[in-house]
Nanobody, 125 residues
Framework: QVQLVESGGGLVQAGGSLRLSCVGS????????MAWFRQAPGKEREFVSA????????YYEDSVKGRFTMSRDNAKNTVYLQMNNLKLEDTAVYYC??????????????????WGQGTQVTVSS
């Protein structure tokens, strides 16, 4: 099992940047496929980005492509989400998720068993 703790959220003006971090517990962090999801008020949780165990491949939701970059440092048990050119519609609680072996599409929240507590990102005009 792995426990996840996110940090780095906050209030930023549109066009600004934030970097989210997610630290995982345990010695097997490198064996987990990792992802970021977000949930805005009144909306369902949605996929943002995912990364393979080695960090060799990344995947992004269309609206964040070219603006967000996901990476991982397995030596530090940490994944990152660099968010640039933030827009009002990026406002949400951002969650880190982990799964050793995906049982479904990486874009589905139901494919992940392990979740962090979330970190709030608020983009203002």
């Amino acid at each position: 099992q792995v426990q996840l703790v996110e940090s780095g959220g906050g209030l930023v003006q549109a066009g600004g940047s934030l970097r989210l971090s997610c630290v995982g517990s345990g010695r097997t962090f490198s064996t987990y496929f990792m992802a970021w999801f977000r949930q805005a008020p009144g909306k369902e949780r949605e996929f943002v980005s995912a990364i393979t165990r080695s960090g060799g491949s990344t995947y992004y939701e269309d609206s964040v492509k070219g603006r967000f970059t996901m990476s991982r440092d397995n030596a530090k048990n940490t994944v990152y989400l660099q968010m640039n050119n933030l827009k009002l519609e990026d406002t949400a609680v951002y969650y880190c998720a982990a799964q050793p072996t995906l049982g479904g599409s990486y874009e589905l929240s139901t494919a992940y068993d392990y979740w962090g507590q979330g970190t709030q990102v608020t983009v203002s005009s």
